[in-house]
């Protein structure tokens, strides 16, 4: 037996109750108590939480995006992920156009190859149909295992947008295929009308990079895309779900029926629209922005009651000077903030002081994700699935800085959040990749998740 984790508290979707973990060959071999083996490594895990790894089911890592690049590459971001508990990332690269989708995904799976510290996927952004082939080649990418693909309804003027027509096509084909489609839900015409105002008033402080696209401007779009999805009779992905209004219409359509799906996000949880009235407002702008209270109170309320399917971080740092540029300009500023190390820690903390349970955390970081985008080997401590485990000690104090950080970015909005509760050993398919506070694996040993189409 390869590791032996004896008597820690397991936690499922469901359940928590205390066993040992046997793991062989990278993968959960038996659960029982006092199980009796003797093992390479054995680790005393009593008194702590044995958790599945966390799926970050949506970063960008190393993306071209706001005149630069964001600031974790491939090795940086996964290395931070698994240093919080994520043992796989889906990251989005993002077609330029004419691309085909496997050209774009082997480059970066090229890289990954070499420099992947966690396991990964791909959901890949379609931005042009290339008169249609797309929409064949997805049937080839489905069977590569790559079966999740993103529209965004904005960043018009960057030229990734996709129009309603399109959105309507690639849902339709990906129910034939069994795959999904997931969508970045704001509007663009609205943004752009409301932008050229404020900057004709010189109205132009981070403040505005929210009033430029508040709750309204997110809801409409929200709104049509579970209207097509709906009278489609599509299945539906929403990314980074921020507002209350189109979180109700998404929940009023799940109610009905539908297949839509929400994602939310941690700084949707912990801020409010307020940080961008902060001297360092910039550095908190990211799309869509923070909302009031009333949606973030929602979000809550939502995820409590088992309406939200998953919280992923949306993961897409920028570095200050980067920031800088839009001081005076808040259409200047790169949208994104960081996340990926602090998904885990940061849920765990809210089931820790009792906001909601464990299990609720394991099955929105962990379960549902796996469940959703067909990681069949995956998001659950049983036996048979890869030993991606996380072992939590629910009595250590830690607090967020940039410097216990395990990324490249020189700030996060995180920092000085005090947490109850943290991560002390991550391991991926069986080897130990964080040891309390350190990285301990090889870049590289990451693994592309070949993933499973929708029944
Ligand atoms: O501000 C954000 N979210 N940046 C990353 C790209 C996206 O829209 O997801
Ligand atoms: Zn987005
Ligand atoms: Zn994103």
Excluded at 153 to 173: I, P, Q, S
Excluded at 300 to 322: M, N, R
Aim: charged content about 25%.
């Amino acid at each position: 037996m390869e590791l032996l984790i004896k008597g820690g508290t397991v936690v499922t979707a469901t359940e928590s109750f205390v066993s040992d973990v046997a793991v062989d060959g990278g993968k959960i071999v038996a659960i029982g108590k006092n199980l009796p083996f003797s093992a390479d490594q054995v680790v005393d895990a009593t008194g702590r939480l044995v958790l599945p790894g966390a799926l970050d089911a949506h970063t960008h890592m190393a993306m071209p995006f706001g005149g630069t690049v964001s600031a974790d590459s491939y090795l940086s971001g996964t290395r931070a992920a698994v240093c919080g508990g994520v043992t796989t990332i889906f990251d989005y690269p993002v077609q330029h156009k004419g691309e085909t989708i496997l050209g774009l995904v082997n480059s970066k799976k090229e890289i990954l190859e070499k420099d992947a510290c966690c396991d990964y996927a791909f959901h890949c952004c379609i931005t042009d149909l290339n008169d249609g082939e797309i929409l064949d080649e997805m049937e080839q990418a489905v069977s590569e295992g790559i079966t999740s693909f993103k529209c965004f309804l904005v960043y018009k003027k960057e030229g990734m947008m996709v129009d309603d027509g399109m959105l309507a096509r690639l849902l339709l084909r990906a129910k034939e295929l069994g795959a999904m489609i997931n969508v970045h839900a704001e509007n663009p015409d609205l943004i752009d009308l409301r932008t050229e105002q404020y900057l004709k008033e010189g109205k132009t402080s981070a403040w505005y990079h929210y009033m430029s696209r508040p709750e309204f401007v997110e809801a409409e779009a929200d709104k049509r895309v579970v209207h097509w999805a709906s009278h489609l009779d599509t299945p539906v992905y929403l990314v980074h779900m921020a507002d209350k209004e189109g979180l109700e219409a998404c929940i009023k359509a799940k109610e009905e029926g539908h297949e839509v799906l929400i994602e939310t996000c941690p700084q949707y949880l912990e801020f409010t629209c307020d940080v961008y009235k902060r001297e360092d407002g910039r550095n908190f702008v990211c799309s869509p922005p923070m909302k009031g209270q009333e949606s973030q109170d929602a979000l809550w309320t939502a995820l409590k009651a088992g309406f939200i399917d998953t919280v992923a971080t949306d993961h897409c740092p920028f570095q200050s000077y980067e920031k800088d540029w839009g001081k005076d300009d808040f259409t200047k500023i790169p949208n994104g903030c960081a996340g990926v190390e602090n998904l885990y820690p940061y849920m765990l903390d809210a089931a820790n002081t009792g906001k909601l349970s464990f299990e609720r955390v394991v099955e929105v970081c962990s379960t549902n994700v796996a469940k959703i985008f067909g990681c069949e080997n995956k998001g659950a401590i049983a036996v048979g699935k890869d030993a991606d485990i996380v072992i939590y000690d629910k009595d250590k104090d830690f607090t967020i800085s940039v410097d216990n950080m395990h990324s490249d970015y020189d700030h996060t909005i995180w920092e000085g959040k005090k947490l109850h509760g943290y991560p002390v050993q991550t391991y991926l398919r069986g080897k130990l990749v964080y040891d309390n506070g350190d990285y301990v694996g090889t870049p590289g040993m990451g693994n592309f998740v070949k993933r499973a189409k929708r029944a």
